[in-house]
């Protein structure tokens, strides 16, 4: 590959947006307990997927029925017909979301690494330009 090869850029690219900050804790006080969360609402608690166009992202998001069961709703893009999971209590609609979310951004992030991995391994020659 050469030094202007369009993929390597693109796939540089789609890294450096990917890349989410480290979100910055500040230590607990001595003494101080944290407070609990307080309960999560199921009825429209929602996550969205990661990745770098709306098109392709996913979206799951609890509903309440009137008989008091939980359905979750996974939708791909913004116009698509949702794949319903349920019923079930509250409770265990939260706990998909959340598992959902949690594995499809483990997911995305072995397919970014293994991205910018083999752009990395494409072009030694580049590899060699930041380590100067």
Known sequence: MSQNDP????????ASILDHP???????????????????????????????????????TVRREDNGDYYVDETIGENSLPITAGPMSGDAAVRLVNDRESEAERRFQQLKSEMTGRSAAANPAHKNDREI
């Open 7 to 14: 993929t390597d850029h693109a796939l540089a690219a789609i």
């Open 22 to 60: 480290e979100t910055h804790r500040e230590p607990e006080a001595a003494g101080h307990r944290p407070v609990p969360p307080s309960p999560i609402e199921a009825a429209g608690y929602s996550k969205v997927g990661p990745g770098p166009m709306a098109a392709i992202r996913f979206r799951w």
